[in-house]
């Protein structure tokens, strides 16, 4: 059994899997306040039950959000001794998506710029890197025409054509994830420089 956690952006969620089978989630949209949340949902969900390994989304999203999840996640591994990976943002998005053939995924990254990133298909890989950009760059730089993501109506704006949906990573959307896609070091994927600067 494998506990799931996804705390990188507004959404805030967790799930139980085994394989590819969903035994419990919890979602909500909470925006801010992810560190209060998270570790009282996760209690919920669990009762009295215990996971054989954690699995975490690792980014890119909110900086805040994801070194909360990632610290949740750490935290309990050592508590419980069990292993804990992770996965991306991006590819839970698109694993939710479905089979679209070449999609683009774009997320709200700040500063008014876009993570973006494309993927194929059958099997679910990515197929350029991930980006940080400004909703013009980005246009420039994708080009599939599905675009799916909480980024996909600024983009689809942007480049003037295209189908956007919208969409969060969800903790439970893990499980449609390839093998090699949710085994990931558990560290952050932040997408972008940070915005705090070394004093000179």
């Known amino acids: 059994m494998l506990l799931v956690i996804d705390s990188a952006t507004a959404a805030c969620s967790a799930a139980l899997i085994d394989g590819d089978r969903l035994i419990d989630e919890r979602f909500e949209l909470v925006g801010r306040g992810h560190a209060e949340r998270l570790l009282p949902m996760i209690a919920e969900l669990l009762g009295s039950r215990r996971p054989d390994a954690i699995l975490v989304d690792c980014g890119p999203g909110s900086f805040t959000g994801v070194r909360v999840g990632l610290a949740a996640a750490h935290g309990l591994g050592i508590g419980w001794n069990v292993p804990v990976l992770g996965y991306s943002s991006m590819a839970a998005v698109a694993?939710?998506?479905?089979?679209?053939?070449?999609?683009?995924?774009?997320?709200?990254?700040?500063?008014?710029?876009?993570?973006?990133?494309?993927?194929?298909?059958?099997?679910?890989?990515?197929?350029?890197?991930?980006?940080?950009?400004?909703?013009?760059e980005a246009a420039a730089a994708v080009d599939a025409e599905g675009i799916v993501g909480s980024g996909a109506e600024a983009l689809v704006s942007a480049r003037g054509h295209g189908n956007a949906a919208d969409g969060l990573p969800r903790a439970a959307d893990a499980r449609l994830l390839p093998e090699e896609l949710r085994s990931l070091p558990a560290r952050p994927l932040y997408g972008r420089a940070p915005d705090a600067k070394p004093m000179g």
Request: a neutral charge; zero cysteines.
């Open 95 to 136: 694993a939710a998506a479905g089979r679209m053939g070449t999609i683009a995924v774009a997320l709200h990254g700040g500063h008014g710029q876009l993570f973006v990133q494309q993927f194929a298909d059958a099997p679910l890989r990515p197929i350029d890197a991930l980006r940080s950009l400004f909703p013009d």
